[in-house]
């Protein structure tokens, strides 16, 4: 499996992106939330990714010179609208709204409707906490491919759902939540297929509802199926009404292909100053202290350590600090997508 730079990874995106129609800061603005997205171990929404996106942009569903820009500004809540073009930006600038809100008045949200594919969410809640707030998120109505089975259903009807969630943990660094409300992401499933394994065993079934580990039957029509059961798709249903209800993304859907990914997809953040109830300062250090507890346990059978959501991160973003492995497969169609583009790939 080769490896790469982080530096070099992204520049070779700036780069392609810019070739595709987006503007310098744009472009570097996606191209390093796909790296950092790979230095944290979530290589389901890194630069593999690259090749889709291009691929988007020529079928005219993502408008990359876009700008996303708050349509509705109150005190306490803003509504972005990502004006169909990258969806990385888009989540910046709402996210930063919510938060810009949480330090006037204890708290905020923001909505975001007509953004493409935002990336990992983990992202834009470790920012909040960078700033020293809690954070929420909520993305749903990914209802375009329809790709995911509630429980007890026999086709799927929405999309992975994904939540995310932060909290500054002082010297215990940020704690973390962020996963696909399906038992796998779509993204990982790319992942297994470029690396040539297996999912594991109650993932997904295929075209005829039928269970399979091969990443290529959910490729080929199958459906992600939701973790935990009924659990998972409860979480699913909350998620697709916080990120589209509430947010009104299912009225822009006419505005685009109601059949891409996207159409009908919307986000709800929520950020909170975490000193609202008690001083901020006290309520880091009980997180803080409750995250080493958790850290100081004794693990189980088989577990080396017991971490503390976020651990994972961290682990793998001093691991890949200096390369990035990347499998021959997905190498091979960012490559691919460089050259279409006619992008040097020179280091």
Known sequence: MPEFEPAYLRDLGRRVFEAAGAPTDIAAHVSDHRVESNLAGHDSHGVIRIPSYVQEVERRALRPAARARVVDDRPVVALVSGEWGFGHPAATLAVDAACDRARRHGLGAA?????????????????????????MMW??????????????????????????????GGE????????????????????????????????????????????????QGGALLPFGGHKGYALAFFAHLLGQALTGAETVAGEVDEQALFSRAGAFLLALD???????????????????????LPPAPGFERVLAPGDPEARARQERQSAIPLPDETWRAIAAAADGLGVSRAG
């Open 274 to 296: 975490p000193g609202l109830f008690r001083p901020a300062s006290a309520a880091v250090a009980t997180a803080s202290r409750f995250a080493e507890e958790i850290r100081g």
């Open 172 to 219: 215990a660094g940020t704690l973390l939540l962020d996963f696909a409300t399906t038992a796998v992401a779509a993204g990982k499933v790319l992942v297994a297929r470029d690396r040539g394994t297996p999912l594991p065993a109650g993932c997904i079934v295929d075209r005829d509802g039928q269970p399979s580990t091969d990443p290529d039957a959910f490729l």
């Open 111 to 135: 909505g975001l409707v007509r953004a493409n594919h935002i990336g990992r969410l983990g992202t834009y809640m470790e920012r909040a906490a960078a700033g020293g707030l809690v954070a």
């Open 139 to 168: 993305l749903g109505g990914l209802s375009g491919a329809r790709r995911a089975v509630p429980y007890g259903a026999s086709r799927g009807i929405y999309g992975t759902n994904p939540m995310a969630a932060a909290f500054p």
